[in-house]
Each structure stands twice: as structure tokens, then as C-alpha cells.
């Protein structure tokens, strides 16, 4: 025995004794029946870091190789010593951002305990450029000497004090659980799991926007946090009877409150006015809150009951409690303008949610099966309503309370319950042919919302049939949505609660009726909670005989917006998926597939003008359509058993193009400035994925593995190009382009398996 | 292992040629079948089945015991597939011999219902709690649709190719995975099951929470709150503006802003401009270059869009 090998079977044993070599084992039948452990090493490269080898994939130009699977167990065949222990220990992508390691040990039917880490990178962006330094932390600086002016291209220096920053974070979970079996009965299950993030991502900062004029910038906002999560359940199952009571806790930690940035822009923008600065206000920074910490806490219990053969119950009920009490950071930073206290310390926002669920599902004959069904779910928003007052960005001052000001807002805590039925009947036709029908209702109701209740009825029939090689099942579903009265400016004058204020705007617009009136496009229909009229359609074919099978399918969305004038009037979406496979013995397989996904969406929209103005000039309307196109197209070959059974090839290849046309229609009344609208050109984005893959047995217990992959993306996204430093008169430009380029890379490795 | 340069040659013009017939026809000899231990009888267990099953590689029942269906006395193979005494006692060979009592997959299937009960007569507990009246059993699915219990890998409960198992029916959310702004399904970071619960589940869609938000907040705790300032569609409902498997528009958006806001946001001001080609950047055509349309559109200055915790977060800048 080769030391390499003693070494492994020296760990085997240390792990689990009762995992010992049964004493005259014939080896070949061990073979089969023992569990077999592996060990992979070697080293791997890339052409390049480019994003296109995938913003998750975690590959380097060069990293090393690394997986390993050991398990250790007791021989059961032909071995009534068995203990029943059980032990695993893995690890993939070992040198690698995305490497895992996971493992577990416990007697079978007694107890287990297991563990797993894992670690998942997200690169976001390469090519963003900043002025500002301390990325990554809670304070950006703007480098010393900085010229400020009053919009990106009186930005004294800003081109040569751009500096190439990563965008990219990672996340580290690790988990520990264990379940324990104290007898056929009961079962206990405990989770821990921890999950740290770290890193950057882009978040737009506003410096302000008095009158008008927005100033921002997109920066790197901190990434620091951990959320902690603790699980139990206690499950009781019998063969009539089964329920699991279980408590669940969730913790999220960051650890920054706020991000502090240098305001790169002198006041010139902002002088004058009601809330306008006196010339030459010092206003040296910007502060936005973080995501605050927050807790949610659950205790559920879910069961099943078979009530005879015939009739079963499944219910669920759980019980949630969501909470923020994190303390308020002040209206603004910088000091002359934070006059006004704060009407609390914190938001001490909660929230509460019920769930309650029930499903019986009865067989009335041999052929026919009915399943009834009813759901709760309640989002209670507990948290206090006070009266805020909205200072933008850092930069204005502060109006006084019942002034008449649009900038006096009220909180509004919105809750939500869902009240739904569900009645089934399944028949089966004759053998191989069955049919069901269906009936849900589903209502829901939500605060300070312009839609107080809506409801929406599904009627559907589904049909599915077998006969030899053959299979088919295919669905129609139609959806009626309707809503009581849809009240356009209702949380508009819940929040802005200047009483002063909301009575001169009904002044300026003419309007007795303020709710009919105020500052909303006309008859503009928010689409989540608008009238609707959904067609869902879908069919599945398949064939399958050996060595062939294929499968067509097909489904259709279509939405229709019957009560909405204005907003989103319809969205469409259509797929058809082929798939065929070839595999004339266990020696060769391959299987390609092709995708058609079509979507398209249309909005109308009138503009209008100034603050107060209701326009009735149809004149002013717009209409956008926005479509997708995309292509997928895959392939995959395997075939094994090359060179007298040593080698085993195999291709894996993918193509996408997504393809998303945007075209408007304006009236002639819209502003000039944009009338009549210049063409957008399509957004584009191809990828091509290409992997070969040979092993190469170098003995019955080791194999060559060599890896290649290419990568190639092609996007064209007219919101980065051309997009320079002072493109826009209001945020910074960060240099940003599209993901464009090609990665090869190639891995070898050597993998050994053994006993 | 060493080779000879005569061997080392040979391999490569083998190799080359192999290569060059990958996608041929025909059949070479396999190492494996060539060694396949051959099972002897006498051996305790599950003898009956092996005297036939033992060494067929095509029905690799004695890989079951590298499995933790093959830990310890129980289940046999009858525990599964019945006592099966017409297939065992089978003598005549003239007449084919029928099948166990229970099948789980080919032409002999049995009653789907009969093999899921099979199942879960001892996986009764668990995530399989709701599974009666379920959609996939509803669709005459049974657990070895999904589940290889002979296998010494189940895929399915292998992260990196869980996916492939569920994409075999689900093939709009396959190629939505693929999509330029996906969830990360490669190399199975974030799986179907992170999400869904496929035995059964009190949720829509076999969410593994009980609504969908909840199932987004656990892995997304900083979209939680609750805030002081809620974006209503944001506590609505994640889906109302994300597809989760995967979209043409970062981050997993159903449209592109603005135009995605604004099929919402019509008030005054600047919410309602009709943006087009002018507002590109002179050098691509455009007339105006709008901080509305290019970036990040909206998001430039309203970032907070799932909600702040800001006192003056009111218009989710802060």
C-alpha cells in the first residue's frame, strides 16, 4: 500500500473505528457496495479576471485545484456487526473565492450533526471610477485641493481624480445543525447559521434637490454585516398523524449606521427660495442611512393528519415579529441646518405577521379526488406614525412645522392581509387521461393604499395524459382581478400632512375635492394593484423511447390592464422550450435545447408640467413599449469508454442573446425637449459559454481530468456608453462600460478514489 | 504511473483519433464492465435480489449500499419494492417474468400515489409534511422523478446539479438562469431548494416561508426593516418589480427604469418626462443627456428604494 494511501485509510480510521475493514471482505465486491472517498488536486488559469467568466464564478488568472469527499461507514453487506455510523467530509473549489466545506456525522436513525461553509463572491462591476477614497468604509473622502462648483463639469480636477475602484462583495455562511431521532416517533432539529457580508456596492447619493436641482453621485456604499440565524423544531410523526412545532429567530447586524461623504459641489445650485441657502453656505458633507439592524422572530406548527385512507389534512400556523428599533439618525449633518428635533428617537417600527393554512384533500371514488383549501396572511405594521420633515440631501433648511410645506411627512405604517380559498376536483378521464379544475379566490386588503381591497378570481382547467411513449399536460388558467374604488391621492395627503400646504395646492389647482385633484397623473393605475385580466396557458408534449426523447414546451402570460388609462396598459410573455436527447448506451449521451422567450410591456403616461398642474390636454400623453427577445441555446455531449475504456469526453455548450427594444410615441403637446422622442438604440447581451472536458483513467483508481472553458460577452447598454465624467449636469459619471470581452481558461487536475 | 515512449506515442495517435470519433457511433470496450466483480452467492442480506441484481451495471442496486438507504438492516429491498413473490419465485422462462410489486420508474411503473406512499411511510416527517395535495403529486410525480435512491449521488441533493433535476421540467426558469442578470445558479451557490420547498409547502410557488417576501429576507435580511419609510411594492411584494430566476435588467428587474417606475410614478415634477434617444450622451446621439435615463436612472438619487430608515428618507434618497 502506497503511503499516500495508508495516510487516507490511517484517517478513515481515526475518524470511525467502527469504520474498520471487515476482516476477509472480498475486494472486488467492496467494490461496489462501500462507499468510495475522493481526493482532487491541481492547478488551474485564466487569460483574464474578466467579469465574462461570470460575476459569482470566483476565478482567478491563476488558483490552485482543490476537492476533496471522504466518507467513512460500516460495511452493511455481509456484515451484521453494523453500527450504523456514518461520517462525510467534502470540500469543492478549495482554491477558490467559492470554496465549501461540508460535513456530517451520526448513526443512522439516531442522530446527526452536521456543518458546512461556504463562500460566495459577487463581483458587480470592473470598470467604475470614483473621485472619492475609503471605499469600503463609512467615510468617502474627496482627495485634498478639491475645486467644488456647481454641477460635474465645474468640477475643478474631476477627470484626473478619477480612480478605478472594484465593485464587488462576499458573502462567508457557515452553518451548524444537528437532528436527533429518539425513536420512531419524534424528532428534534436545531440550526445555526451565520453569514457575514463584506465589500462594496453602488448606491446613488443624492446632495440635494431643492428646486429642482438634484446633485449626486453613485458611490461605493459600505457592505459590513452579519446575519445570524437559529432555528429548532420539534416534529412528531405516527402513521396517522404528523406535526412539527418550530421557533425561528433572525438577526441582522451591520456594521456601519450611516455613510458620510464629502459634498463635492459647491451651493450655487441651491441658493435662494423658501428653503434655498444663503450664497456661499458651507456644506461640507452628505450622510444616508444604512440598512438599519432589525430582528425577525417566527413560531410556526405545521401538520398533516390522514383522517381515514381517503382523506388527508395538511394545516399550517405561524406566527411572526418583525422589529427596527435602530436610532434615528439626524435631519442633516452639517451644522446650521439641524434646527428641528426629531419627533422620536427611533422609528421602533414593527411588524407583525400571521399565517394560518389549511388543505384537505379527499378521495371520493377511484377516479376522482377533490382538494379544498383556505390560506391567512397578515402583515400587521405596528410601527408609530409622527410627522418627519424631509430635508434633501443635506442641503436645505428646515422649514417650520404647519408652514405650508410639502415638506412635512407623515409616516404611513402599511399593512396587508390576504384572505384565500382554493376548490379542486381531479378526474381521471380513463386510465392514462386525467382532468382537473379549479377555483381560487383571493382577497387582499391593504392600508393607506389607493386601493383598499381588491379580488381576484382563477378559474382553470389542466389536462394530463400518458399513453406508451408519449405525454402530455397542458393547463389553461383565466384571472379576473377587481378593486374597490381606487382613490388616486389618498396616501399622497396621508403623508403630506401640512394642513396649510395641502390647502393651498387645492387652492392653485382649482379643485373643491382635494382627494380628485392633487398632484397625480390622471387615472394612472399603479399595475400591482390595478384592474386585471390575466390568460395563463401552457402545454408540455413529450416523447420517450430509448435512445430518444424530446419534449416541447409552451407558455403563455398574458396581462391585460382593462381599468387603467394611464400606467401599465398590458405585459405579454411567451416561451417555447425543445429539448432532445440521444443516449443509445451507457457509453454515449448527448442533449441540446432551445429556448424562444418573448416579452413585451406597454405604458402610457401624460406629462405633466409644473407642481400643481392636473392636465387634461391628451395631447401630453407618451406611450413606451418595452420588449425582450432572448434566445438560449444548449448542448451537451458525454461519451465514455474512449481509449479501451479509459477515457470519457465530454462538451457542454451554451449560447444566450437577449435582445431588449425600447420604442416611444409622444403627443405633441410633451415637452419640446423631448418631442418628438429620439430612437433608443436595442439593448443587447450575448454570452457563449464553451467547457470540454476529458478524464483519462490512469488506473482503476485515479483519472486526469483537463479541463477548458471559454467565455465570451458581448453587451451594448446605451446607459453606460459614452457616459463620461461630466456627461450629466447632475451625477458624476463613473466611466463604466458594458461587460465585453472573451476568458479562456484551462484546468488539470488529478483525481483518486479509494476505499 | 510511467510510460514508455512507444506507449506515450500510441496513447496520443489513440487519443487523436478518439477525439476525431467522439461523436461516432459504436461501442468500445469498457474497462469497467470488463472488471465487473461478478456476486457470489452465500452472502446475507438481500441475497434473493442480488442473485440477479448483483453485478448489473445497469441497475446498480448494490451501489444502494454506498447510500444511507444501504446503512444498516433496514430497509431491504423488499421494504421498497414489496415482497415481490411472483417475480421471485418465477421459474418458468418461457413466460416473462413479471414485475416486483412495486416499480418506480419505465413502462411498469406503478400508481404514483402507491410509490409515494412508499416513500414517505418512512420519510414521513419533515420537509415532506405538506406533500398530500401537493403540486408536484397532484401532477403524478413521484419521489423517484426527482430522487436516484440507488445512486451513489442523488443529484438532487447535490447543490451543483440540483438545478439540472428541476430544469428538466422547468424549462422557462432554466433559461432564465442563464439570463444576463441571474441569481447566481452556477456552480449551485443558490439552488432551487433555497427557495422552494418541492414536497409541499402552506406557500405560493412551494416557497420554503410562508410568503415570498419572507423567503427573499432570509438571505436578504437588509431588505427587512421593518422601515421607517416603506416603498410600497417593495413590502408588497418582492416580485413586483424582481423576477428571481433571472431578467435581461440588472438586478433581476421585470423592466428597465425608468420606465419601470414610471409605469407607477405619473405626479408632478420630473417623474412623468417622456425619456427617449435625446437624453443620451451627445458622443451617442442624444440631444440632452438625462441623469433620469442613463446609469442608474432613477435609482442615481433614489437609492433606498426598498425602503429608509432616514427621518428624511420620505422620498428614499437617504
Known amino acids: 500500500m502506497s503511503p499516500r494511501r495508508a495516510s487516507l485509510l490511517a484517517l478513515l480510521l481515526a475518524a470511525n473505528g467502527a469504520a474498520a475493514q471487515v476482516p476477509g471482505e472480498d475486494e472486488r465486491l467492496a467494490e461496489l457496495v462501500r462507499p468510495h472517498s475522493r481526493?482532487?488536486?491541481?492547478?488551474?488559469?485564466?487569460?483574464?479576471?474578466?467579469?465574462?467568466?461570470?460575476?459569482?464564478?470566483?476565478?482567478?488568472?491563476?488558483?490552485?485545484?482543490?476537492?476533496?469527499?471522504?466518507?467513512g461507514a460500516a460495511w452493511r453487506y455481509n456484515n451484521p456487526s453494523d453500527d450504523g455510523f456514518r461520517w462525510r467530509l467534502s470540500g469543492s473549489e478549495l482554491g477558490l473565492d467559492t470554496r465549501a466545506l461540508r460535513g456530517e456525522y451520526g448513526k443512522f436513525n439516531a442522530w446527526r450533526i452536521s456543518a458546512a461553509f461556504e463562500a460566495l463572491p459577487w463581483r458587480a462591476a470592473d470598470t467604475y471610477h470614483t473621485p472619492y477614497a475609503g471605499a469600503g468604509g463609512a467615510r468617502l473622502s474627496l482627495p485634498a485641493g478639491w475645486l467644488k462648483g456647481a454641477d460635474p463639469a465645474a468640477l475643478g480636477g474631476l477627470a484626473a481624480a478619477l480612480n478605478r475602484v472594484p465593485i464587488e462583495r462576499k458573502r462567508e455562511r457557515g452553518e451548524l445543525s444537528s437532528v436527533v431521532w429518539f425513536d420512531s416517533d419524534w424528532e428534534w432539529r436545531t440550526t445555526f447559521r451565520n453569514e457575514a457580508r463584506s465589500g462594496t456596492k453602488?448606491?446613488?447619493?443624492?446632495?440635494?434637490?431643492?428646486?429642482?436641482?438634484?446633485?449626486?453621485?453613485?458611490?461605493?456604499?459600505?457592505?459590513?454585516?452579519?446575519?445570524?440565524?437559529?432555528?429548532?423544531?420539534?416534529?412528531?410523526?405516527?402513521?396517522?398523524?404528523?406535526?412539527?412545532?418550530?421557533?425561528?429567530?433572525?438577526?441582522?447586524?451591520?456594521?456601519?449606521?450611516?455613510?458620510v461623504w464629502d459634498n463635492a459641489y459647491s451651493s450655487a445650485p441651491w441658493t435662494g427660495g423658501a428653503s434655498g441657502l444663503p450664497a456661499g453656505f458651507a456644506l461640507p458633507l452628505g450622510q444616508a442611512a444604512l440598512a438599519p439592524d432589525n430582528d425577525a422572530h417566527q413560531v410556526s406548527l405545521n401538520g398533516a393528519w390522514d383522517l381515514s385512507n381517503a382523506t388527508r389534512m395538511n394545516f399550517s400556523a405561524a406566527r411572526g415579529r418583525m422589529t427596527q428599533d435602530v436610532p434615528l439618525l439626524p435631519y442633516t449633518i452639517n451644522a446650521g441646518l439641524a434646527a428641528t428635533p426629531l419627533p422620536r428617537a427611533s422609528a421602533d417600527a414593527q411588524v407583525m405577521t400571521t399565517h394560518l393554512h389549511a388543505r384537505l384533500v379527499h378521495r371520493v371514488s377511484r377516479t376522482l379526488s377533490i382538494t379544498g383549501q383556505?390560506?391567512?396572511?397578515?402583515?400587521?405594521?405596528?410601527?408609530?406614525m409622527a410627522e418627519y420633515l424631509y430635508v434633501g440631501g443635506d442641503i436645505q433648511r428646515q422649514p417650520l412645522f404647519d408652514s405650508a410645506t410639502d415638506r412635512q411627512r407623515t409616516n404611513l405604517p402599511r399593512s396587508r392581509s390576504d384572505r384565500r380559498a382554493m376548490l379542486e376536483a381531479d378526474y381521471r378521464v380513463m386510465p392514462g387521461l386525467n382532468a382537473r379544475t379549479g377555483w381560487d379566490f383571493e382577497e387582499t386588503r391593504r392600508t393607506f393604499t389607493e386601493v383598499a381591497r381588491t379580488r381576484e378570481h382563477t378559474v382553470r382547467l389542466d389536462l394530463r395524459a400518458n399513453r406508451d411513449r408519449f405525454s402530455f399536460n397542458g393547463g389553461l388558467a383565466w384571472l379576473e382581478r377587481r378593486g374597490s374604488e381606487y382613490r388616486y391621492n389618498l396616501p399622497y395627503l396621508a403623508s403630506y400632512s401640512s394642513e396649510a400646504f395641502i390647502n393651498a395646492l387645492a387652492s392653485a389647482s382649482g379643485c373643491a375635492i382635494l382627494a380628485e385633484c392633487i398632484r397625480v397623473g390622471p387615472l394612472q393605475n399603479k399595475f400591482y394593484i390595478a384592474d386585471r385580466d390575466r390568460l395563463r396557458a401552457r402545454a408540455w408534449a413529450g416523447y420517450n423511447e430509448a435512445p430518444f426523447s424530446a419534449s416541447l414546451r409552451l407558455d403563455l402570460n398574458r396581462d391585460r390592464y382593462p381599468n387603467s388609462p394611464y400606467g401599465l396598459g398590458e405585459s405579454n410573455q411567451s416561451v417555447a422550450s425543445l429539448d432532445a436527447g440521444f443516449t443509445p448506451d451507457e457509453t454515449f449521451s448527448a442533449s441540446a435545447f432551445v429556448t424562444f422567450d418573448r416579452q413585451s410591456q406597454a405604458s402610457r403616461t401624460r406629462q405633466i408640467g409644473s407642481v400643481n398642474a392636473v392636465s387634461s390636454n391628451p395631447l401630453a400623453d407618451w406611450r413606451v413599449d418595452q420588449g425582450n427577445r432572448t434566445r438560449t441555446l444548449g448542448l451537451n455531449a458525454t461519451r465514455a469508454a474512449l481509449a479501451g475504456g479509459r477515457l470519457t469526453l465530454s462538451v457542454e455548450a451554451l449560447w444566450l442573446s437577449s435582445r431588449s427594444p425600447v420604442t416611444l410615441a409622444a403627443g405633441p403637446a410633451v415637452n419640446p425637449a423631448q418631442n418628438p422622442p429620439g430612437a433608443l438604440p436595442d439593448l443587447l447581451s450575448v454570452s457563449t459559454r464553451l467547457a470540454l472536458e476529458a478524464r483519462y483513467a490512469l488506473?482503476?483508481?485515479?483519472?486526469?481530468?483537463?479541463?477548458?472553458?471559454?467565455w465570451r460577452q458581448r453587451n451594448d447598454d446605451w446607459s453606460l456608453e459614452q457616459v463620461r465624467a461630466a456627461t450629466l449636469s447632475n451625477v458624476i459619471g463613473t466611466l463604466e462600460t458594458p461587460l465585453y470581452g472573451t476568458t479562456h481558461g484551462l484546468g488539470l487536475s488529478v483525481v483518486h478514489t479509494f476505499r | 504511473m510511467t510510460r514508455s515512449p512507444d506507449t506515450a506515442g500510441r496513447f496520443r495517435l489513440r487519443l487523436a483519433a478518439v477525439l476525431l470519433a467522439f461523436f461516432a457511433a459504436g461501442t468500445a470496450s469498457s474497462m469497467r464492465a470488463a472488471d465487473l466483480p461478478v456476486f457470489q452467492e452465500g452472502t446475507s442480506g438481500d441475497n434473493v435480489c442480488v442473485k440477479c441484481h448483483g453485478a448489473n451495471e445497469k441497475k446498480p442496486v448494490l451501489a444502494i449500499h454506498r447510500t444511507r438507504h444501504g446503512a444498516v438492516a433496514q430497509p431491504g429491498c423488499q421494504a421498497c419494492h414489496g415482497s415481490s413473490r411472483a417475480h421471485v419465485m418465477h421459474k418458468d422462462d418461457a413466460v416473462e417474468r413479471p414485475a416486483p410489486d412495486f416499480v418506480f420508474s419505465g413502462v411498469n411503473r406503478s400508481a404514483p400515489e402507491t410509490l409515494n406512499r412508499t416513500c414517505l411511510n418512512c420519510h414521513k416527517g419533515g420537509k415532506r409534511l405538506l406533500a398530500a395535495g401537493s403540486v408536484h403529486p397532484a401532477n403524478d410525480l413521484t419521489c423517484a422523478n426527482c430522487h436516484k435512491v440507488h445512486a451513489t449521488e442523488d443529484a438532487v441533493l447535490q447543490r451543483e446539479q440540483q438545478a439540472g433535476v428541476c430544469f428538466a421540467c422547468h424549462k422557462q426558469q432554466r433559461a432564465e438562469s442563464l439570463y444576463p442578470s441571474n441569481h447566481g445558479f452556477a456552480g449551485g451557490k443558490v439552488v432551487c431548494s433555497d427557495c422552494h420547498n418541492p414536497h409541499g409547502s402552506s406557500a405560493p410557488k412551494l416557497l420554503v416561508k410562508p410568503t415570498l417576501n419572507e423567503t427573499c429576507f432570509a438571505c436578504h435580511a437588509d431588505k427587512r426593516g421593518p422601515f421607517l419609510w416603506e416603498h410600497p411594492p417593495a413590502s408588497d411584494d418582492c416580485s413586483h418589480?424582481?423576477?428571481?430566476?433571472?431578467?435581461?435588467?440588472?438586478?433581476?428587474?421585470?423592466?428597465?427604469?425608468?420606465?419601470?417606475?414610471?409605469?407607477?410614478?405619473?405626479?408632478?415634477?420630473?417623474t412623468t418626462p417622456a425619456l427617449s434617444g435625446r437624453g443620451l450622451p451627445r458622443e451617442a446621439g442624444g440631444t440632452s443627456p438625462s441623469s433620469q435615463l442613463l446609469l442608474r436612472a432613477c435609482l442615481n438619487c433614489h437609492s433606498a428604494i426598498h425602503g429608509s430608515a432616514h427621518p428624511s428618507g420620505a422620498r428614499f434618497t437617504r
Not at chain 1, 488506473?699 to 471559454?710: D, E, I, P
Open chain 1, 39 to 71: 481526493v482532487e488536486v491541481g492547478a488551474g488559469a485564466t487569460s483574464n479576471e474578466s467579469l465574462a467568466s461570470g460575476r459569482g464564478s470566483g476565478l482567478e488568472r491563476h488558483y490552485a485545484i482543490g476537492a476533496f469527499d471522504l466518507r
Open chain 1, 374 to 384: 383556505l390560506k391567512f396572511d397578515d402583515r400587521d405594521n405596528r410601527t408609530p
Open chain 1, 699 to 710: 488506473s482503476r483508481a485515479t483519472l486526469l481530468k483537463a479541463r477548458y472553458q471559454a
Open chain 1, 202 to 259: 453602488l448606491r446613488g447619493l443624492e446632495f440635494g434637490s431643492n428646486g429642482g436641482n438634484p446633485r449626486s453621485a453613485l458611490l461605493p456604499e459600505p457592505v459590513d454585516s452579519t446575519t445570524r440565524v437559529i432555528e429548532t423544531s420539534l416534529a412528531y410523526a405516527d402513521e396517522e398523524f404528523r406535526a412539527v412545532l418550530g421557533w425561528s429567530s433572525s438577526f441582522y447586524r451591520a456594521a456601519d449606521r450611516a455613510l
Open chain 2, 241 to 270: 418589480c424582481h423576477n428571481p430566476h433571472g431578467s435581461a435588467h440588472a438586478p433581476l428587474l421585470k423592466s428597465r427604469p425608468p420606465w419601470l417606475c414610471q409605469s407607477c410614478h405619473a405626479g408632478s415634477l420630473h
